[in-house]
């Protein structure tokens, strides 16, 4: 069973970063896509960005391009997000997904992603 579990989310200012983790475990996760997605109140689970295990093939959304980077620690399975010029919009509870890759644009759904993450709750103050 897949376990994923998200850490380093806080409150902070605009313009300062954050650097979210997430832990995998529970199989192997080779082919696998893993994606950071948020949710503000009131609003849709979106993607912010993927990558493949492999650390190949990322993918950003145009809010966070240029921002936000992810990357992948095979050895420790880990995952992580490192945000930057953080912005009051970036406000959402972020969560880390994983499933097998799917090429296409169909790998930025949610529905794409079997395994979730708890999340973690970003909040960015002006």
């Known amino acids: 069973q897949v376990l994923l579990v998200e850490s380093g989310g806080g409150l902070v200012q605009a313009g300062d970063s954050l650097r979210l983790s997430c832990a995998a475990s529970?199989?192997?996760?080779?082919?696998?896509?893993i994606g950071w997605f948020r949710q503000a109140p009131g609003k849709e689970r979106e993607i912010v960005s993927r990558i493949l295990w492999s650390g190949r093939s990322t993918y950003y959304a145009d809010s966070v391009k240029g921002r936000f980077t992810i990357s992948t620690d095979n050895a420790k399975n880990m995952v992580y997000l490192q945000m930057n010029s953080l912005k009051v919009e970036d406000t959402a509870v972020y969560y880390c997904?994983?499933?097998?890759?799917?090429?296409?644009?169909?790998?930025?759904?949610?529905?794409?992603?079997?395994?979730w993450g708890q999340g973690t709750e970003v909040t960015v103050s002006s």
């Open positions: 997904a994983a499933g097998p890759y799917l090429s296409g644009s169909v790998s930025n759904l949610p529905g794409a992603y079997a395994s």
């Open positions: 529970g199989r192997t996760f080779s082919n696998y896509a």
